[in-house]
């Protein structure tokens, strides 16, 4: 929930320039600490997701907490050592991983690399040898062919996508594996997509993950760790009705439909699910320009500030802070040059007048972290509910 007297009343004459997000910390922590409860129950490892959002001061509350990392880029293994995380807490995958950067988790001697490919393998295994005489622990990330149900762009788990191995190279990479005497297999990992509200493509995935356990275990393979990633969707129609999602249905999906063998951990990568409802960006009213057929509410945030509505078609509630006057149809949109750089067609709002406060809700993931600096625009700041 958004206090708008606060904002209203306290950036109205201040310095501080907007578009800012403003993130609401005590809702983040009441988020952490549920989620870290609900897998505390099932004996559940939690690593957060950085590329959600990497401010500095969120890291912190999260792994204070005692959230490992799932990190993407040797960056994200720095920011995440920076701000609190464990070297024994942290993941590092993705399909990409550049030889400077696998270095970095090297040294920093991470929890395990997820490994998408078997070059990538082949690699890991030769810069191992030249760091001297440790085994890393690597994961494969499996490309299990579920259907996540989300929008194509953040699906991650069919076969046409780039990410993970498929079955059919399963034998190949048991060979290999035999001869890469630097690093050893301890853990599938599985990631299908984002923003999944469908609980029934978790259970598939479990039933998927149960089969590919087995096949390991069959070839005598004695694995540690399970990681099914991450991927809980937020509610973004009403964010004020679900501010934490149900980690308790989800973490129950996994504890139902999913059989580990004795000793074996089961790990999550969340990402948006912890950070998503917290943040909002809040952006004012530059002009109200009246159309043949709309009006447009023209705001000083932009697609550089949250690229989410333009790049995936995302729905973000927006709401008027300033006003309560009777409701109109408009278009509210950006300063930037691109016709995409629209934030809702056609929403209802109170009248809107230059200088309102607009918040444009749920944006705690993948919006400051996605900012660019297009036009040579500023960088969104950010603002903190108890710092003001
Ligand atoms: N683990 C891996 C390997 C991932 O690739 C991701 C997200 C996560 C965990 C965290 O997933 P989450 O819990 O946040 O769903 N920019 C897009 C989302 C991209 C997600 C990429 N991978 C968006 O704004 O919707």
Not at 31 to 42: G, H, I, Q, Y
Not at 65 to 85: H, K, P
Not at 335 to 357: G, M
Request: with cysteine; charged share 25%; net charge neutral.
């Amino acid at each position: 929930m958004i206090d708008r007297t606060i904002i209203v009343d306290k950036f109205k004459t201040s310095k501080v320039q907007t578009p800012f997000y403003y993130y609401d910390v005590d809702l983040l922590k009441q988020t952490v600490e549920t989620a870290k409860k609900e897998a505390k129950k099932r004996d559940y490892i939690l690593h957060y997701a950085l590329k959600a959002n990497a401010n500095p001061r969120l890291l912190k509350i999260i792994f204070a907490a005692g959230f490992g990392a799932d990190c993407v880029s040797g960056n994200e293994i720095f920011r995440a050592l920076e701000n609190g995380a464990k070297q024994e807490g942290i993941m590092f995958a993705g399909v990409g991983k550049s030889d400077l950067e696998i270095k970095i988790g090297l040294y920093n001697n991470i929890f395990a690399f997820n490994c998408e490919s078997i070059p990538e393998m082949e690699n890991i295994n030769y810069l191992a040898r030249m760091k001297g005489l440790k085994v890393y622990n690597i994961g494969i990330r499996i490309n299990p062919d579920v259907d996540a149900k989300t929008h194509e762009y953040i699906s991650t788990g069919k076969k046409e996508n780039k990410f993970g191995i498929s079955a059919w190279d399963f034998e190949k990479v048991i060979e290999k594996l035999k001869k890469l005497e630097y690093i050893r297999l301890t853990s599938l990992h599985f990631h299908i997509g984002s923003q999944i509200m469908d609980m029934t493509v978790f259970a598939e995935l479990c039933q998927r993950v149960n089969h590919f356990n087995q096949w390991f275990k069959d070839r005598g393979f004695e694995l540690e760790h399970i990681n099914v990633g991450g991927g809980l969707g937020v509610d973004y129609q009403t964010p004020d009705a679900n501010p934490i999602p149900d980690f308790a249905t989800y973490f129950s999906t996994f504890k139902q439909n999913l059989k580990l063998f004795p000793g074996q951990k089961l790990h999550f990568e969340p990402g948006r699910s912890i950070v998503a409802q917290c943040g909002s960006l809040i952006t004012r009213v530059l002009y109200v320009k009246e159309g043949k057929t709309k009006d447009f509410v023209i705001v000083d945030a932009g697609m550089t500030d949250l690229i989410r509505p333009a790049l995936y078609q995302a729905h973000h509630h927006i709401e008027n802070l300033s006003s309560d006057a009777p409701v109109k149809h408009y278009d509210v949109v950006g300063p930037i040059c691109e016709s995409s750089d629209c934030f809702a067609k056609d929403v209802l709002l109170p009248e809107t007048k230059r200088d309102n406060f607009i918040a444009l809700r749920s944006t705690g993931a993948y919006g400051e972290v996605m900012a660019s600096k297009y036009n040579l625009r500023d960088l969104p700041k950010t603002v903190f509910s108890d710092e003001i």
